[in-house]
């Protein structure tokens, strides 16, 4: 089974700053990685797809990339309403979710 | 609009056998895969299985074998039943549509329903 590496568990941010959260395969998923991101008591809701593929309507201030083994989400000019938990998960070979990063406001 | 909504039971005992019912809407059953994923409280998801468009099904190997979903197309329906539950089976499971080609991401997802596993 492909493990999902996910770091950090936790960040903590000022408004209008850049993170970003990375994820690490233990196999290469040769892009096949989702970003959820989930806000408290909610469902996840899907970012990202194909590692760097924004889903409709998702802000252009988030953004994915990476390859191999090794991706990242990124998020610019953070926002009060981007507080929330964030998942990577790999579809290359059955799925295999990240353990989160739960995002703050500084 | 596409809609998924789950149901069941809240509060169940060690050993029984859970049975969810995820009811979807906006979409076929036929032309899409429904997955379900659990989320311990305050924690990560895990994928449990899918059941794709045409009926065949995937499960995570750590829940293979108490695991089953199946669905009835006439009514948009699909069904969770985990045997032998236990207290570490306790949290919110979602069901979710999942894209029948790849990629196959989840795209909507229901509100969850929370389950008890407790004597």
């Known amino acids: 089974d492909i493990q999902m590496t996910q770091s950090p568990a936790s960040l903590s941010a000022s408004l209008g700053e850049t993170v970003t959260i990375e994820c690490r395969a233990s196999?290469?998923?040769?892009?096949?990685l989702a970003w959820y991101q989930q806000k408290p008591g909610k469902s996840p809701q899907l970012l990202i797809y194909?590692?760097?593929s924004l889903h409709t309507g998702v802000p252009s201030r988030f953004s994915g990339s990476g390859s191999g083994t090794q991706y990242s989400l990124k998020i610019n000019s953070l926002q009060s309403e981007d507080v929330a938990s964030y998942f990577c998960?790999?579809?290359?070979?059955?799925?295999?979710f990240g353990s989160g990063t739960k995002l703050e406001i500084k | 609009q596409v809609q998924l909504e789950e149901s069941g039971p809240g509060l169940m005992q060690p050993s029984e056998t859970l049975s969810l019912t995820c009811t979807v809407s906006?979409?076929?059953?036929?032309?899409?895969?429904v997955g379900w994923v659990r989320q311990p409280l305050g924690k990560g998801l895990v994928w449990m299985g899918t059941?794709?468009?045409?009926?065949?099904?995937n499960y995570n190997s750590a829940v293979q074998s108490r695991l089953s979903i199946s669905r009835d197309t006439s009514k948009s329906q699909v069904f969770l039943k985990m045997n032998s539950l236990q207290p570490e089976d306790t949290g919110t499971y979602y069901c979710?549509?999942?894209?029948?080609?790849?990629?196959?991401?989840?795209?909507?997802w229901g509100q969850g329903v929370m389950v008890t596993v407790s004597s």
């Open positions: 979710a549509r999942q894209r029948q080609l790849y990629p196959y991401y989840f795209d909507y």
């Open positions: 906006g979409f076929s059953l036929t032309s899409n895969g």
């Open positions: 059941i794709w468009a045409g009926g065949s099904t």
């Open positions: 196999e290469d998923i040769y892009n096949g």
């Open positions: 194909n590692a760097n």
């Open positions: 998960q790999q579809y290359y070979d059955y799925l295999t």
